[in-house]
């Protein structure tokens, strides 16, 4: 079965710092990779997606995310973090229409 | 991309009884999403409801726990019957469509659910 861990569940970073959280993915054949956020208070948000073709995605808000197949890997990365990044970060698989999540990412960052 | 929308936003029930939840959106879509996000974790797929055709149900849930409507393209419910405790989630719902396919998923803004 498919499955997605992010080994950082609670990341605390001051503003400016650079960011990188990881995500590591279960399974074999061709995958769908995509990042969600979720601000406090807000629903869930679509950060970036991957399905093909270039495996360094950019998405909004100056995130991007670097797919390394090799690795089952998708991590998201940030070079400066602003207060306004603190959420929930979830990264999730889909190889049909079922998306798989991961458990989570909590980012605070303090001014 | 679509803009979803859930009713209620919030509710707090009594173990025993049951609450069914709204989901509207915009426009038109073929595939229509329930999931659950319990305290602390991680959402979980309950069931994909598309028009026209039974839900498909996900290993450990059950059509007579969390029976599904998709009377529409823009429109469905998720009942949770007979709650308990455990019960107590955020549900919600997410939408993707076929025409043209993009192969995402776009989340409603979800229905807190706490059971007594």
């Known amino acids: 079965a498919q499955s997605v861990s992010q080994h950082n569940h609670h990341v605390i970073l001051s503003e400016a710092a650079s960011l990188e959280l990881g995500c590591n993915y279960s399974?074999?054949?061709?995958?769908?990779l995509f990042w969600y956020v979720q601000y406090p208070g807000q629903h869930l948000q679509l950060l970036l997606k991957y399905f093909s073709g270039d495996p360094l995605v950019k998405g909004i808000k100056g995130f991007e995310a670097e797919f390394i197949k090799s690795k089952f890997s998708f991590n998201l990365r940030k070079p400066s973090v602003q207060w306004s990044d603190t959420a929930e970060y979830f990264c999730?698989?889909?190889?049909?229409?079922?998306?798989?999540f991961g458990t989570g990412t909590r980012l605070q960052v303090f001014p | 991309s679509a803009v979803i929308s859930q009713k209620p936003s919030r509710d707090i029930c009594q173990r025993g009884t049951s609450l069914t939840i709204q989901c509207q959106v915009d426009s038109q879509v073929t595939m229509m999403f329930w999931y659950r996000q319990q305290p602390g974790q991680s959402l979980t797929l309950i069931a994909t409801?598309?028009?026209?055709?039974?839900?498909?149900?996900e290993s450990g849930f059950v059509i007579d726990k969390f029976p599904i409507s998709r009377p529409n393209l823009t429109f469905s419910t998720l009942t949770v019957s007979n709650m308990s405790p455990e019960d107590s989630s955020i549900y919600l719902c997410?939408?993707?469509?076929?025409?043209?396919?993009?192969?995402?998923?776009?989340f409603g803004p979800g229905t807190r659910l706490t059971v007594l």
């Open positions: 409801a598309n028009q026209g055709s039974e839900a498909t149900y």
């Open positions: 399974y074999g054949g061709t995958v769908n």
């Open positions: 999730a698989v889909s190889n049909t229409d079922k998306l798989i």
């Open positions: 997410s939408v993707e469509d076929l025409h043209p396919r993009t192969d995402t998923q776009y």
